[in-house]
């Protein structure tokens, strides 16, 4: 019997058969590759990262955002700074921050080794740096700052997010959100006091590449596939979670940690992250079952609104980290267009 061919949608093959409807395999491989969420999520990401790059302001010099005051001998920039003092101070209130409208780090450190971390505000541009510290301001504060990092940390609350759209049941949400509260507990603890020391922004790649696998298992779940995180929740949260400590412990070192009260700092910090985190988690959770309640009509494939906003958005993160560290790396974005204009 001679062979039949005729053309199908995705390519061309020949079969001894009649009227086969078959294709290259070469072609199923790339359609089947295109169709990959991770695929499509770096497409969105890398068109974010370009598009920034083209549009984007330049960012102001930073020293444009310094204010130096003369009492006290402080410089201050509106992101963080360290100054040894000649003397102990008694207070001091610091100016002009509610005109530049943005929040500040404060870190000092005395000349005995003391050191003082603060958020400043627009509303309340003031901090009183005691003659030391007691247990219960050191405790207060580094929660106050525990919280104000994990609800201001978009990407961790990403993850969060995506694992609890991943995760089905009680019991299975709350072994994956304990294994990933232990994880980044122990290397929080581990490179804030010293025994592990990884490069921060390969860490921040990783914590975004994470968001983005997560994103793709949310798919994968509503197509009816089960991925990794469906059948090891809690051990794929744990491995992420190390990373996401990792990143915790940077914005901690960053803020800066007491001396004399190293170990309480640690904790409160972390115990700050925590509650923020069930904070979320709570809210996500009302928000969903809000949502169940209302009789919404939402239309054919509205729900991949956000796995797909999650990803993208993640896609573009890691591209911009890797390029930040990358020996290759171009920034920003705009310069890099410029070279393939030419």
Same mark, same amino acid.
């Given at each position: 019997?001679?062979a ?27 359609v089947?590759?295109?169709r ?14 370009l ?16 204010l ?32 530049m ?6 870190h ?9 971390? #603060?958020?400043?505000?627009? /509303?309340? $541009? @003031? ?10 301001? *050191?405790? !207060?504060s ?8 994990i ?12 694992l609890?759209?991943?995760?089905s ?26 025994f ?38 809690w ?15 940077? #914005?901690?070192?960053?803020? /800066?940690? $007491? @001396? ?7 904790i409160?910090?972390? *115990?700050? !992250? ?7 988690i ?36 890691t ?11 171009v ?12």
């Open positions: 019997m001679a039949v061919c005729r053309i199908a949608p995705v390519g061309l093959l020949c079969s001894e058969r009649v009227n086969p409807t078959c294709v290259f395999k070469e072609d199923i491989l790339e089947k590759l295109l990959e969420p991770l695929v499509q999520f770096f497409f969105i990401g890398a068109a974010i990262y598009a920034f790059g083209l549009f984007a302001e330049p960012a102001d010099d930073l020293q444009d955002n310094t130096v005051v003369d009492a006290g001998e402080i410089e201050w920039m509106a992101t963080s700074w360290y100054k040894r003092w000649n003397r102990m101070p008694t207070a001091q209130e610091l100016d002009g921050l509610s005109a409208q943005t929040d500040v780090l404060l000092i450190e005395l000349k005995d080794g003391i050191t003082h971390s #603060a958020i400043l505000r627009p /509303g309340s $541009p @003031q901090f009183t740096i005691p003659m030391k510290a007691s247990k219960l301001e *050191v405790a !207060v580094y929660w106050r700052m525990g919280v104000i990092h609800l201001e940390g978009i990407d961790h609350l990403l993850f969060v997010l995506a609890l759209l991943v995760v049941g009680f019991m299975p949400l709350l072994k994956a959100v304990t294994a990933f509260t232990v994880a980044h507990s122990i290397t929080l603890a581990l490179a804030t006091l010293g592990v020391h990884v490069p921060s922004k390969p860490t921040e790649a990783i914590i975004a590449l994470s968001i983005v696998f997560l994103a793709a298992e949310i798919i994968h779940k509503r197509n009816g596939q089960v991925g990794l995180t469906e059948r090891y929740p051990m794929i949260a744990f491995v992420f979670g190390l990373f996401h400590g990792l990143g915790f412990a940077g #914005a901690l070192t960053e803020i /800066g940690v $007491p @001396q004399h009260e190293v170990r309480l700092a640690l409160m910090f972390n *115990v700050g !992250v925590e509650t923020g985190q069930l904070f979320f709570a809210g996500v959770i009302s928000l969903m079952a809000l949502l169940r309640r209302l009789p919404l009509a939402m239309p054919q494939g509205a729900w991949r609104l956000v796995p797909y906003s999650i990803g993208g958005v993640a896609a573009f993160w591209i911009d980290r890797i390029m930040s560290f990358a020996p290759l790396a920034w920003p974005a705009k310069s890099f267009c410029d070279e393939l204009s030419k």
